[in-house]
């Protein structure tokens, strides 16, 4: 079991989660939260500055009383993610940077119609990006429509401070910084964060996680949804469990809450099943082929970012069962927000299928991460 705290893109809110809030609910904590002029705060002034952004989401966190949760941030909420872990690593226990880079400057096109918009009364005609400027060619309508009323669905001044925000960001220099067991996950057709920039970060995290998803644009937890969910299940299953006691729940081999932690501690019976999930290897990283304590090889060669890595593909193995360990509040404190959710109290979802991700993926030059 895991706390898992999501964090949207630009001109997004917490709504663009709700597929993974509703899959990973059931084994662990999780809340999407809505930043200063987004979703639930639009009454909000947006902020300009992704540290400041980083303080409200550590806010929230403080709020809801959760130590040392997994980040998942998608595109702009990746750039917050990055800065917590660079400047609050003992608070997080790990990563999940998703379509997003290291510097995140925006064409000038984007800028200037945001801009715009956000200095005129009337409300928009169209938001600045387009949903079909973001996704891939090959997604489908269904998840085109799904995504319309959640992208770029914020008030005009949020969508401009936060391109203004991301415009200025820039920790290139200091990925090496990042001590987190880090996750990277992109699309092999996004034009807002080219493959490239999910490879600048998986080559310059020590021990990051490579995953490149095909026929994906700038969405993959809505365009490869399932693929999405289960890599970062595979993820989850490979951090160390971290003991939360709780009085007031059952504890001990015969609890019944004892199976909902099946993804950190969990048998073979509920463990997921593996995902092909690569690491850039340089030195003192581990490379593709090494195989550390917990690991098993598949016989299937690994292609990540269009280069096909020496050795074996990698996966997770079933961790030994570890019964006993403490539960988890059943529900996050009031006030926190509209997308929190805590682990259901019964059952657990059958293990995925494996997921490998083999096809070559091009290296985009164009466009610049939202």
Known sequence: MADLVFIHGAGESGEVWQKQLAYFSPAHRVQAVDLPGHGARRDELALDNHERNADDVLHTIDKLGWEKPVLVGYSMGGAIALLIALQHPARISGLVLVATGARLRMHPDFLERARKQAEDPQPPAAPPVSVEEMVAPSTSPTIRDWLRPRAMNAPPQAIYADFLANNSFDAM?????????????????????????????????????????????????????????????????RLPFIPMPDADEETGPCSTNT???????????????PVAIGARGTAGRRRIGDRPRGLRRIAAPARIAGKVTGGQVESVAPPRNRPGHPARPSAPPAGIGAHASAHSPGGSRP????????????????????
């Not at 493959?195 to 809505?222: D, M, R, T």
């Open 173 to 237: 220099g200091q990925l090496g910084g990042i001590a987190v067991p880090t996750l990277v996950i992109g699309g092999s057709d996004d034009r807002m964060a080219p493959p490239k920039f999910s490879q600048y970060l998986a080559e310059h995290i020590a021990g990051a996680q490579l995953v490149i998803f095909p026929n994906c644009g700038h969405y993959p937890q809505a365009e490869q949804e399932e693929l999405f969910n289960k890599a970062v299940d595979e993820f989850l299953a």
């Open 259 to 273: 199976a909902r932690s099946w993804h950190l501690n969990g048998g073979p019976d509920k463990i997921a099943a």
């Open 351 to 370: 293990a995925p299928d494996p997921v490998i991700c083999p096809e070559p993926c091009g290296l985009s030059t164009e466009g610049n991460t939202l």
